[in-house]
């Protein structure tokens, strides 16, 4: 069971002889979150907010600047239930720390002594903490400019209507036509994006667009504060991911007593944004290739990535944070998020009490428990894939930020971690627990990602593929005259499909046969008058019969056959005659009937797959497009030792659905990007028939090994890639 909270405190003898009361600046307003009120306190100089909960409040409001903070204190725990604590009395601790925070946040008047400056070195403490989270952070820094409460009154009676139910629907007519034209050019927008962004000229371009737009979101949001009566106070530069963007401060909205207004200030921006961005996707779709037309497409690439990668997220601390605060009615998340955590972790685990009640309801829990794993995972994903991204054209940015990344992101919350369970006082009754706790739990961990083998599979996809020998191909090269079996005809072994002519070989072997015969006539008589000659002639009589032979051969190859039994498919029969083949080009496939034969799944395997296929094979599994609740299991019959350039079908592009970036200059489309690995797999012949081409998707099982190596090794391969080392 958990030990109360001290009620009195030993420092209770700095404060108690206070006279202290609220500032005029200072507006209250009553909330209600969850149902539950909150007294709202409004600085309204520098607009920063803070919520008291009632009790607190109550002795807020109690100070007068005539009675002294114990005097005070002891009214309200007499009316709350006694000075030995009712449930909603303040202990002195309490007291002490709430008198700390309103008088950094400048928010209390009163005689206090020069000797009370050390219970309020928290402030400095708090103000180097900021700068130390600025710097450590790239998604956090803030340099103060500018205060544009002016500017923004000022226009206000030209701007403020389209902050309105008007500029909602002006907003509206302006997104949907957008939406239904970005789809329509979605291939086009997106095709080589990444080196179409990457380039020099284009990032001169985006660096000049992205402050711009960026201007426009602030100050929508600075505008949406004043029309509803809020000040701001605040604008200046801000570094997301070490690009100066401007920004400005729009926390007075949290003094709203209207959650729909505070949901307005914080999509305001995003819709001016937004807004911009259909106005560019007019311009982009209306002009043709140019300066013009790729300003438009950095308009909205900026508008569109930024507000969906970070703006409208909810797990960076932007404007979809505050919306989502709003809408479930959870003020500072992220931070009762993470003290949540610390507490759970700190009453049972280290069986410390907590240093005071954490406000909570069963539904705000559940929130609790999800956001604040959520968002640290995306904040690491966001920057690493950033990083990458990035790395892949401009190396040393790249690296610098993957190892700021992991140094602010990872290293430094383990090391406050680590000091925390060591240092602090708070488990210093507790401390053996704690630290043996901690121990055991990072060996454990480390254990089970270092050393316990775990099942490892990779994936591949492939198309239902014909044995070799049901591949009808042309055994020479020749112009098709015609063709000797039709589509759908039943054919043999050896039956003839199409057939070819070759000019040129009909009067090669002419020739051939021609030279033959003048050979074999001059033989005999050689023999008797020129033994040397007849040598000769022997040796090329023989050369020019092996000629004529192979010249046969290939005239008999101009008649295409079936090497397999089956029923006969050609992909357009009327294209052939007239068409020029060369030997191997495929004519068409010999089908066999259903049931019958050995059936093949050609799977394409990327360069990262390929080592352990080769090497940790222990099965394979397949599962037909058609039949997905079978898995079959199947075996691997061959496989093409290097890699290549090409796929064996256009289901497996990105195109067609599969997994591979192709070339654009592909008129095939089969020609990927990268170099793939082909397979063949034999399905039982219980397998459930598919037609030739149909999806297959596979699973390569493989001797199971320790997650840390399989992370090291996906890493290592993610790096290589993205890289080109």
Sequence with gaps: ???????????????????????????????????????????????????????????????????????????????????????AALGQDQVIALLGQLHAA?????????????????????????????????????????????????????????????????????????????????????????????????????????????????????????????????????????????YVDASASSGFRSRWDRVAVGAAGMMVELAVAALATFVWVSVEPGFARAVAF??????????LLFNANPLLRYDGYYILSDLIEIPNLARRATQYWGQ???????????????????????????????????????MVGIALFLAAEYFTLGVALAAWTLVTGVVLPLAK???????????????????????????????????????????AQGVIWLPEAAIVRAGADGVVTRLLARPGATLAPGDAVSESEDPFLRSRIARLAGRVAELEARL????????VEAAVTETELAQARAEL?????????????????????????????????REGDVIGYALPPAGEGQRIVRAAIGQDDIDLVRTKLRGVRVKLAGHLDTALVARLVREVPGGRDELPSKALAVGGGGPFATDPRDQGGTRALSRVFQVDLAL??????????????????????????????RLRQLLLSRLQT
């Design 1 to 87: 069971m958990a030990e109360a909270e001290p009620f009195l405190s030993a420092s209770w003898y700095r404060v108690r002889h206070l006279r202290l009361q609220l500032r005029e600046h200072a507006l209250v307003r009553l909330h209600r979150y969850r149902g539950a009120p909150w007294y709202v306190i409004t600085d309204q100089l520098s607009g920063r907010v803070h919520r008291l909960a009632p009790p607190a409040w109550a002795l807020v409001a109690a100070m007068d600047g005539t009675r002294t903070v114990d005097e005070v204190w002891r009214a309200c725990s007499a009316e709350s239930g006694g000075a030995a604590g009712g449930e």
């Design 298 to 307: 950095n308009v909205m690439l900026a508008a569109g990535v930024t507000t």
């Design 549 to 581: 032979a192979r010249a046969m051969t290939r005239k008999e190859g101009l008649v295409a056959r079936s090497r397999a039994g089956g029923v006969l498919a050609l992909a357009r029969p009327a294209d052939l005659p007239g068409r020029f083949l």
């Design 344 to 382: 759970l972790i700190e009453t049972h685990l280290f069986a410390t009490p907590p240093a005071q009640a954490h406000p909570d309801t069963p539904g705000e829990r559940a929130w609790f428990l999800f956001y604040a794993p959520a968002a640290f995972v995306y904040r690491q994903v966001v």
């Design 417 to 459: 971690a680590v000091r925390h369970v060591v240092a602090s006082p708070r488990l210093r009754r507790h401390r053996v627990r704690a630290v043996a706790i901690t121990t055991g739990f990072v060996l454990a961990l480390g254990g089970l990602v270092l050393l316990v083998p775990a099942p490892l599979h990779t994936s």
């Design 684 to 713: 039982p012949r219980d397998a459930p028939a598919e037609a030739f081409g149909a999806r297959a998707y596979v699973r390569f099982d493989h001797a199971w090994e320790p997650l840390g190596r399989q992370l090291w090794r």
């Design 106 to 246: 400048d928010l209390l008047q009163g005689d206090a002594p020069p000797d009370t400056a050390e219970l309020f070195e928290r402030h400095v403490k708090r103000s180097r903490q900021k700068l130390v989270q600025n710097l450590l952070n790239p998604m956090a820094l803030r340099i103060r400019l500018w205060n544009p409460d002016r500017f923004l009154t000022r226009l206000l009676p030209w701007v403020g209507p389209l902050f309105g139910r008007w500029g909602l629907a002006l907003w509206l007519a302006l997104m949907v036509p957008a939406l239904v034209l970005v789809a329509e050019h979605w291939p086009d927008l997106t095709a080589n994006l990444g080196d179409r962004v990457l380039a020099e000229g284009n990032l001169a371009l985006l660096a000049v667009v992205l402050p711009a737009i960026k201007l426009l979101h602030e100050l929508g949001h600075g505008f949406a504060v004043r029309r509803r009566g809020g000040a701001v106070h605040d604008m200046g530069v801000m570094f997301l991911v070490l690009l100066p963007l401007p």
């Design 524 to 531: 005999p008589a050689e023999r008797f008058t020129n033994r």
